[in-house]
């Protein structure tokens, strides 16, 4: 099939290199345009782009579709069907009906749970067992299309780098195989029930609130992991939490409380002992490595 592909971070690379391999023709790929990144803030141009740029496919970068000119140029592109992998720019009602059938999206949750910008870090919050794929035909409203496929996988213990990974994987299968077969795999409408929204991650919710049952603060360290990162404060500088297990005690410790020369830290419920952490401009290390050099007696309050 004639496809445009669009997308932008490392989530939507393995759907471009499978759409490639299965011998489609992509004859565009639309990415967000380069951003400042690294010690010198220079340009630098998205995964998605470097990887169009690596196959010798054009790369367009507009910073946004909703000029006439910029919907005209996208039909000019005569395409069977629009593939969108987290691309991050809004698609006009112009740029959904070019394709000749339409755009398709690959959305990191079961649908229709989890609509929005960060179903990956939502589910695991939320302490949801599984999590999966949904190929979507788009339409104009925040990921309310009807289904092509879904494709489920359990999240146990995931963190969001090592589940984002995955679905990148599971869904680049999935767009194939629809795109193999569309009348085997026809839009079937969304439920009504079961709508859940994946708000925009927050920064300031990654601070670790040891009020909170242990569980919690599991799902959130996982949540948060590569980045941010969840974090707590102790002696005035900041840690950032990259892995931790719940930790049973039958101490009676206020939360915040470090109850052992392990670091295990007292919740509200249970407690919570991280195992890889990362100082502010240091590596990450294995609390072990820490606590060798810089000891956290119990009884220490974060």
């Not at 992509?26 to 380069?34: D, H, I, L, R």
């Not at 196959?55 to 919907?71: D, H, M, N, R």
């Not at 079937?188 to 049952?213: N, W």
Request: hydrophobic share 45%.
């Amino acid at each position: 099939m004639r496809l445009v592909f669009m997308g932008t971070p490392d989530f939507a690379v393995p759907t471009l290199h499978a759409l490639i391999a299965a011998g489609h023709e992509v004859v565009a790929v639309y990415s967000q345009p380069p951003r400042p990144a690294g010690r010198g803030h220079k340009l630098q141009p998205s995964p998605v782009h470097r990887a169009a740029q690596a196959a010798g496919i054009a790369v367009l970068t507009p910073a946004s579709l909703k000029s006439a000119e910029e919907q005209a140029a996208f039909a000019a592109h005569r395409a069977d069907v629009a593939v969108v992998a987290a691309y991050g720019l809004i698609l006009p009602r112009a740029v959904l009906d070019a394709p000749g059938h339409g755009c398709l999206n690959v959305h990191g949750s079961i649908l229709p749970r989890w609509r929005g910008a960060a179903p990956v870090q939502r589910a695991i919050l939320a302490g949801d067992e599984a999590t999966g794929v949904t190929i979507m035909q788009m339409e104009a409203g925040l990921d309310t299309g009807p289904m092509r496929l879904i494709v489920r996988t359990p999240v146990a213990g995931k963190t969001t780098g090592e589940l984002t990974a995955e679905l990148a994987e599971l869904g680049a299968r999935a767009m194939v195989a629809v795109l193999s077969d569309m009348a085997a795999h026809p839009p079937v409408p969304q439920p009504d029930d079961g709508v859940t929204y994946a708000a925009k991650i927050d920064k300031a919710e990654s601070r670790l609130d040891f009020a909170r049952p242990a569980p919690m603060l599991e799902r959130q360290v996982r949540a948060f992991a590569p980045a941010p990162g969840a974090f707590f404060e102790m002696a005035g500088e900041r840690y950032r939490v990259l892995a931790a297990q719940v930790a049973d005690h039958g101490q009676d410790a206020e939360p915040g409380t470090v109850i052992d020369d392990r670091l295990t830290i007292a919740c509200g419920s249970g407690a919570l002992r991280p195992t890889l952490v990362q100082r502010a401009g240091r590596p990450a290390m294995a609390v072990e490595a820490l606590l060798r050099g810089y000891p956290v007696p119990a009884g220490t309050r974060i």
